[in-house]
């Protein structure tokens, strides 16, 4: 290599790499979250299977796209394919779909340090007990209590929830009994 080129490029190398990648790159809406909720569980051999989900807000009006800073209803069509749950803890992890180092579109993971882990489900959606065969839950959710996360979300853009609940009753193991991602506008 010619040594003006080399001391060229050691000379402005600097400013190469301290050039900012543009992440301002608008991702569409992945698999139609625009519009409505996309979930799907993570694997078929689960003990719960979640087969729909709808929100409303307190006057059971739908909503869509979801104001976390709201209280709202969250409906689950699901079924318990084993036993009965009297106590659960649930994990969250959240993703936003946005523009990676490459450019490309992708899920990144915004950390919540720890703050999403160990919520006590009975407790939080007042649904318990589980009881086997199908549920049709009507979940009234108050997020307040997760602010600190919820206020560094931006508005109008497309999130994933990694949901995970885990067995708790007297003498399990904690076992995870359902994990659902679910993909949606927030507001």
């Excluded at 307190?58 to 069509?77: A, S």
């Amino acid at each position: 290599m010619n040594s003006a080129l080399i001391c060229v490029l050691f000379l402005f190398s600097p400013l190469i790499f301290a050039l900012p990648i543009d992440h301002s790159v608008d991702c569409p809406f992945p698999n139609g979250t625009d519009k409505a909720i996309h979930s799907y569980m993570c694997s078929d051999n689960e003990q719960f299977s979640i087969s729909d989900i709808e929100t409303y807000d307190m006057n059971g009006k739908p909503l869509y796209p979801i104001d976390p800073r709201q209280e709202f209803i969250l409906n689950l069509t699901t079924y318990n394919h084993g036993p009965q749950i009297d106590d659960n803890k649930v994990n969250v992890k959240i993703y936003q779909y946005k523009a990676g180092w490459s450019g490309d579109c992708q899920w990144t993971s915004i950390p919540t340090f720890g703050l999403l882990n160990g919520i006590d489900g009975c407790d939080f959606a007042h649904n318990c007990p589980l009881t086997s065969g199908p549920l049709y839950l009507i979940l009234p959710l108050d997020l307040s209590q997760f602010s600190s996360i919820i206020n560094a979300l931006a508005a109008y853009k497309p999130y994933q929830l990694e949901i995970r609940m885990f067995d708790y009753n007297a003498n399990s193991k904690h076992e995870e009994i359902a994990c659902v991602m679910a993909q949606v506008e927030l507001s």
